[in-house]
């Protein structure tokens, strides 16, 4: 009779385990149902609200890697090994507000080098150099010509780039022509009686169109002899930069013979880049120096900006006057010209490393506090010195991203980063992993395959900071094609992740470490961060 009885209570207290399983399972499944059909419950569920962790108002816990999903208590997540996260108001007021603003942790930021520096007013000082080559004067020139015609007796200079004094004889030339003209002449003096004046200005005037000047003919008249022979004199200083004249030849009129530049000025022709050259104007003063003679500068100024660029250099020619004096610089010298500073007052400055060139705008990524960051599109202006002027975009104050914009920039694509940061719907329909699936910013990891299934593959990856990800053992979608036939359990391999429209996050491109050269790796980070793990943020295994 005893024995009954103790069958009868065993029998009693394991249904009563079993039925408080199952009403326990059915609760736990039904649970997950509701958050998996109804993500936002949480947001109408009213207890959430009332929540407080740490003394911070809480609005919902969700898992970090399905953020779509929210639970309105915590506990374990259904979708990995480990705890939910709560989210408090303070945060998500703050990420409402911040559209495209890309968080991280701040020990990632020690570990990866990231520096800021604070937009400031200041003086600029537009500093413009530019090479040249030293060039004659164009409008310093002196052509001598033949004046009749005649032979060439005597060559006083006979070789190119002769130097030459002003009033220096360069050569001797008989003509025959004014042989007759200047023994009509004497002839006519020597007569008596009335209109020989007439006849004497008619015979000096035939003298005159044979090409004789006022000297010659008063030298005729003085001494009373024929001049057959003519010397011809350096009307300017400087150097016979072509030589026509040989002894024994015989010249035409107006037949060149000599072509003299001075030296008292020259030019230099400076290539000015195209960008640079609307600070420069006419008459501003320059400052030269060729390697030809160090120590030595030469004043001068800018005479005028020639209005053509090179297609191949890009550059306009800033034809620049100096004074040459002592004749040093000659035709050919390389020469730095330094153009007179214009200075700027009272512009906002960012160091220039700071400016990221997209092709068809600048952005920086602005310094939010507490490990937020935002990029911003600005204007630029001048840049000289490591310093570049931000004419519309920022404020003084503000602190703004110099060293480790690649944290931000995964894709290493300036312009693709700052378009998709700019949360361009365009932009996020391009590199879906499924046609029908809503694609969102790439992330990059590396870690070690566990395990590959149908469907799916299992990765022990380090840190992801794109994610705020610490080091953990996940499973993710694969792609359409499936894995890569050289990947294996136990490789290490290099991989990129996008969240589909459900939440989960797909595999888009997946190789073995090994077959990446690390300079081909986008997520520069991701090396250093792996040597000194970041904390995690809520989630890990």
């Given at each position: 009779m005893k024995h009954k009885k103790i069958i009868v209570a065993i029998a009693a207290v394991v249904l009563a385990m079993a039925s408080a399983y199952g009403l326990y399972s059915a609760g736990v499944n039904h649970g997950s149902k509701m958050a998996s059909a109804v993500p936002n419950a949480a947001a109408s569920s009213p207890p959430s609200a009332q929540n407080a962790v740490n003394g911070k108002k809480v609005l919902y816990w969700h898992d970090p890697m399905v953020p779509g999903q929210?639970?309105?208590?915590?506990?374990?997540?259904?979708?990995?090994?480990?705890?939910?996260?709560?989210?408090?108001?303070?945060?998500?007021?703050?990420?409402a507000a911040d559209d495209g603003m890309v968080n991280i942790n701040p020990r990632v930021q020690q570990n990866l080098g990231i520096r800021t520096a604070e937009v400031a007013k200041g003086n600029l000082t537009s500093a413009v150099e530019a090479v040249g080559s030293v060039a004659y004067n164009e409008r310093d020139v002196a052509l001598v010509q033949a004046r009749s015609n005649g032979f060439v007796e005597r060559l006083l200079v006979r070789a190119p780039l002769d130097p030459v004094r002003k009033g220096q004889a360069l050569a001797e030339l008989y003509v025959p022509d004014w042989v007759a003209a200047q023994e009509e002449y004497l002839s006519v003096r020597r007569m008596q009686g009335n209109g020989v004046s007439g006849l004497l200005d008619g015979a000096r005037q035939r003298m005159r169109l044979a090409g004789m000047t006022d000297d010659q003919l008063r030298l005729v008249e003085t001494t009373?002899?024929?001049?057959?022979?003519?010397?011809?004199?350096?009307?300017?200083?400087?150097?016979?930069?072509?030589?026509?004249?040989?002894?024994?030849?015989?010249?035409?009129?107006?037949?060149?013979?000599?072509?003299?530049?001075?030296?008292?000025?020259?030019?230099?022709?400076a290539d000015v880049p195209e960008?640079?050259?609307?600070?420069?104007?006419?008459?501003?003063?320059?400052?030269?120096?060729?390697?030809?003679?160090?120590?030595?500068?030469?004043?001068?100024?800018?005479?005028?900006?020639?209005?053509?660029?090179?297609?191949?250099?890009?550059?306009?020619?800033?034809?620049?006057?100096?004074?040459?004096?002592?004749?040093?610089?000659?035709?050919?010298?390389?020469?730095?010209?330094?153009?007179?500073?214009?200075?700027?007052?009272?512009?906002?400055?960012?160091?220039?490393?700071?400016?990221?060139?997209?092709?068809?705008?600048?952005?920086?990524?602005?310094?939010?506090?507490?490990?937020?960051?935002?990029?911003?599109?600005?204007?630029?202006?001048?840049?000289?010195?490591?310093?570049?002027?931000?004419?519309?975009?920022?404020a003084a104050g503000q602190k703004v991203v110099v060293s480790g914009q690649f944290l931000i920039d995964s894709e290493a694509s300036l312009k693709g980063t700052a378009t998709r940061m700019s949360d361009m719907p365009a932009q996020h329909g391009q590199n879906r992993p499924n046609g029908d699936e809503a694609a969102g910013p790439t992330h990059h990891g590396q870690g070690k395959v566990e395990s590959i299934d149908k469907d799916q593959i299992?990765?022990?990856?380090?840190?992801?900071?794109?994610?705020?990800?610490?080091?953990?053992?996940?499973?993710?979608?694969?792609?359409?094609?499936?894995?890569?036939?050289?990947?294996?359990?136990?490789?290490?391999?290099?991989?990129?992740?996008?969240?589909?429209?459900?939440?989960?996050?797909?595999?888009?491109?997946?190789?073995?470490?090994?077959a990446v050269p690390m300079s081909d790796r986008k997520d520069k980070a991701m090396d250093r961060a792996m040597k000194t793990p970041a904390e995690p943020s809520g989630a890990g295994k």
């Open positions: 929210r639970f309105d208590k915590p506990g374990k997540s259904p979708f990995m090994d480990m705890q939910l996260v709560p989210v408090y108001a303070d945060d998500a007021a703050g990420n009373g002899k024929v001049q057959p022979r003519l010397t011809i004199f350096a009307p300017i200083g400087g150097v016979v930069s072509e030589l026509s004249a040989r002894e024994g030849m015989t010249v035409m009129a107006g037949a060149p013979l000599f072509r003299i530049n001075g030296l008292r000025t020259i030019w230099v022709n960008n640079l050259a609307a600070q420069l104007r006419p008459g501003i003063a320059v400052e030269a120096r060729t390697p030809s003679l160090p120590g030595t500068s030469f004043k001068g100024r800018v005479s005028a900006i020639l209005p053509e660029v090179n297609p191949a250099t890009r550059t306009l020619k800033a034809r620049v006057e100096l004074a040459n004096p002592s004749g040093q610089l000659v035709p050919g010298m390389f020469a730095t010209i330094s153009f007179t500073s214009i200075a700027r007052k009272d512009v906002l400055l960012v160091p220039t490393e700071a400016v990221i060139q997209t092709g068809t705008r600048s952005v920086v990524m602005l310094a939010q506090g507490d490990g937020k960051f935002i990029p911003i599109e600005v204007e630029i202006g001048t840049e000289t010195n490591g310093q570049s002027e931000i004419r519309k975009g920022l299992t990765i022990s990856h380090g840190p992801i900071p794109t994610l705020q990800w610490g080091p953990m053992t996940m499973a993710f979608k694969l792609p359409a094609s499936g894995p890569p036939k050289d990947i294996a359990v136990g490789d290490s391999v290099v991989f990129e992740i996008q969240a589909a429209k459900d939440g989960a996050f797909t595999i888009t491109t997946i190789a073995p470490t090994a």
